[in-house]
């Protein structure tokens, strides 16, 4: 679809660019004949150069504009291509093309709702083109809009019936209107219209697969892998079939094939130390898991398989180990209390081995009182099995920015600042080097609990696990003593949170938002837990959707329908209610923005943390956040100029961050 896509922007934006030059002198025509060579050779920087000299003679030559947001757009400076269509449009109100482009350059970014004006736009001024619908069809199925998607796509294929993609993306639609009957014949037309895509076999294949129909979709992966040898995804999902039909050796040689192309695809080192250690190849196994631990160290599954596998070479103290890890990271973690209480016990750890039998049982009581409930104590659960193989819709990671910048799996991508939320540091160690945002609403509320350890900060806290697990009890005493206390509450709920107690802390915070609802602190603070909770799940649950930025908008959805999802939604609910209660509170908006990057809502992350800016125009780590989506956005130059502005703030990393992209603002 990216290559189709690509070739109706060239060859309308040449067509559209040939047709209105008539009218220009000979050096506006040599510089517009100019640019439209450098666009047919793919050379986009040179294209833009020489279509600025053409600008400079002629400020109004709309199709000028138009060529060079096309440039733009293949750079992927989104925003960039965005001003010139704009500008196009507003120098000719009916260049049907220009909103055709503009639009798909706003679902690109996550715009969705100005996307579907334009194409409405474009529509009405041009009903007959096909093109347009195509592309809002895309972009309804982003936005999860399947039936207008599915209308849309079959009006495109009344008038072009031999485009693959078109088939394949309302096969996609219709899937996730659990049509699967009609997803097949889609995706079979596809294959019909184009043998040579490998993308047709591989949706029909997947969902072969998620019905168990094994040879099927063995037969449909091997057909994608023939017409693209290079083609990851379906050795991945070709794997998973040799899996399923007990053929491990396979298995792990399609898992080999998909780390030669993606040597840092850690999902793929975990499902082969998964079939390793099934086969009795313990050596190798360990070493697979070793890389994931590296790629993904914030991943409690990979401790607790690599802890099962020590356990089998008899090296308990490490396994020991890394069941600690694993419960430090999720201390809900019910099997992981129970099999290192086991070991203990072969370690003569009487007491210790007690210890965690206790906790476990007591925890998987808990468990099962809530079965009813949407909670996320899923781990308590010594039922669940956790060495399957996942698939490659599956998120691997701890690192929730990750989604956005990361390609790869790894942690080269700078992350954001972290949301700040009302926390225990100990005074004597809590240097500051940047300047501070002093709101005196939040400051008398933190004065009001006399309490020295309290602050509104973003970094964590550096009272040691052991002191953090005493501080809890005591709040916990002072509940008991006065249930009735929405500040016991509160500190409670905060000592929760620091020792990962996710579930209770929300609880806990809960109770003190019904005693003080109009508090807008309460819901920061329920916020955040809420968020820190997410993100522990999602680094070990896999039955939720991917969130990938890819250059084909279309390729941000899968197409295995998840039963479980996770989102910001509670989160940013509790926000949008502090930004009710108080709304000049930086702090809140910058919260927000962080959550609706982290959903992959950027322009609105954009927003937001202008917002805070405005209230609170030293607030550095807003300024380096929205540098980030910026760059990201591809709007390097603006975004390195925030980044600056965050370093002259106090932020030291920001340097770091603007000597990696000081070479792209000087393109």
Known sequence: MRRFLLNILLTAALLTAAAGSSYAQYNKQYFFWMGRQFMMQNDYREAIRTLNVLLRFDEDAYEGYFLRGIAKYNLNDLLGADEDFTTAIRKNPVFTTAYTYRAITRSRLGNYDDALKDFKEAIELRPDL??????????????????????????????????????????????????????YENFNTAIRTNREN????????????????????????????RCDSSYLLSYFNRALVYSDTNRPMQSIADFDRVI????????????????????????????????????????????YNRAILYTRLGDIEKAVDDYSTAISLYPDFANAYLNRSYLRYALHDTKGGKEDETIARKKIEEYKSRLNDSTYSIYADTTRRFDRL???DSKFSGSNFERIVSKSGNDDNPALMPLYKFTL?????????????????????????????????????????????MLDRSYAEEVRNNEESWQALFMRG??????????????????????????????????????EMIDFISSID??????????????????????????????????????????????????????LALSGQLPEAFADYSK???LNPWFAEAYYNRGLIQIFMKDTRKGCLDISKAGELGIDNAYEVLRRYAVKTDE
């Open 494 to 531: 905060i000592s929760q949170a620091l020792i990962k107690q996710y579930t209770g802390a929300v609880s806990t915070l809960s109770a003190a938002i019904e005693k003080n609802p109009s508090n807008p602190f309460l819901y920061l603070n329920r916020s955040t837990t809420r968020a």
């Open 390 to 392: 996942l698939s490659f």
């Open 542 to 595: 896999n039955a939720y959707q991917r969130i990938a930025i890819d250059s084909d908008p279309a390729n941000r959805l899968n197409n295995n329908v998840a039963t479980r999802t996770y989102n910001y939604d509670e989160a940013i609910s509790d926000l949008n209610k502090a930004i009710k209660l108080y709304p000049d509170f930086a702090v809140s908006y910058y919260n927000r923005a962080n959550l």
């Open 425 to 469: 540091i100990r005074p004597d160690t809590s240097t500051v080097t940047h300047t501070r945002y002093y709101a005196q609403r939040a400051i008398d509320f933190r004065s009001s609990f006399d309490n020295p350890l309290l602050v509104l900060e973003h970094r964590e806290s550096n009272i040691s696990p052991d002191s953090l697990i």
């Open 130 to 183: 096909p093109s347009p619908y195509y592309s809002r069809g895309v972009t309804r199925l982003l936005n999860q809009q399947f039936k207008e998607a599915i209308a849309d796509f079959d009006k495109f294929i009344n008038q072009e019936r031999k485009v693959a993609d078109a088939y394949i993306n309302r096969g996609v639609c219709y899937l996730y209107l659990k049509d699967t009957l009609q997803a």
């Open 198 to 225: 490998p993308d047709g076999y591989n949706r029909r294949g997947t969902l072969y697969m998620h019905q168990r129909k094994f040879d099927e979709a063995e037969k449909d992966f091997d057909m994608a892998i």
């Open 612 to 614: 805070a800016i405005e």
């Open 260 to 303: 030669q192309l993606d040597s840092t695809n850690s999902l793929t080192y975990y499902n082969r130390a998964i079939l390793r250690s099934q086969i009795g190849d313990y050596n190798r196994a360990l070493d697979d898991y070793d890389k994931v631990a590296r790629y993904s160290p914030n991943n409690v599954l990979v401790y």
